[in-house]
Antibody, heavy 120, light 108 residues
């Protein structure tokens, strides 16, 4: 069974940094692209970015490219999202998701999400 | 970047109704669109990929169609378990990929 479990969320002060983790199991992690999506309270889904199997290609949505860094550790089956210079606009649930191995598909499995609250 | 215009923002339906949600892309996305269902407090769940292919476990009352810039998602015979928000996602060619703004389906 594919399982994605995010962690590392919580309350953080404006201007600080935070690193989220996503532990993957139930599939061969190093065979898949992975990605992050966020959802501000009461709002829609926002694509943050994706990373390929060997971390040689990482794509971001332009507005977050200078604040967020996606990385992975295939030995630990873990995906990361490093967030810096956080502001209130970054308050959201953050989801990690697996990118399907089919070119005709995209996010096929999602984690349950982790809440990040940016506030003083 | 490709923009996705999803409508309507909200929809009110009675049990057994057919409802349709549309997503229009700012350019041709070559059928690379998926549809997701999200219930309150839950992660999104994929229902349809590549415009019209139902993901395993998706009931047959869900369907998708479209081409070029214009796509639609329908639920025939709405059931109470379908009350949720629905999002389209385009994943054509180069990122960034983009979601529609979402449609909240409520019971009339």
């Amino acid at each position: 069974e594919v399982k994605l479990v995010e962690s590392g969320g919580g309350l953080v002060q404006p201007g600080r940094s935070l690193k989220l983790s996503c532990a993957a199991s139930g599939f061969s992690f190093n065979d898949y692209w992975m990605g992050w999506v966020r959802q501000a309270p009461g709002k829609g889904l926002e694509w943050i970015g994706e990373i390929n199997q060997d971390s040689s290609t990482i794509n971001y949505t332009p507005s977050l490219k200078d604040k967020f860094t996606i990385s992975r550790d295939n030995a630990q089956n873990t995906l990361y999202l490093q967030m810096s210079k956080l502001g209130s606009e970054d308050t959201a649930i953050y989801y990690c998701a697996r990118v399907s191995s089919s070119y005709m598909d995209y996010f096929d499995y999602w984690g349950q999400g982790v809440m990040v609250t940016v506030s003083s | 970047d490709i923009q996705m215009t999803q409508s309507p923002p909200s929809l009110s339906a009675s049990l057994g109704d057919k409802v349709t949600i549309t997503c229009q892309a700012s350019q041709n996305i070559n059928k690379y669109i998926a549809w997701y269902q999200q219930k309150p407090g839950k992660a999104p769940r994929q229902l349809i990929r590549y415009t019209s292919t139902l993901v395993s476990g998706t009931p047959s009352r869900f369907s998708g169609s479209g081409s070029g810039r214009d796509y639609s998602f329908s639920i025939s015979n709405v059931e109470s378990e379908d009350i949720a928000s629905y999002y389209c996602l385009q994943y054509d060619n180069l990122p960034p990929y983009t979601f529609g703004a979402g449609t909240k389906l409520e019971l009339k």
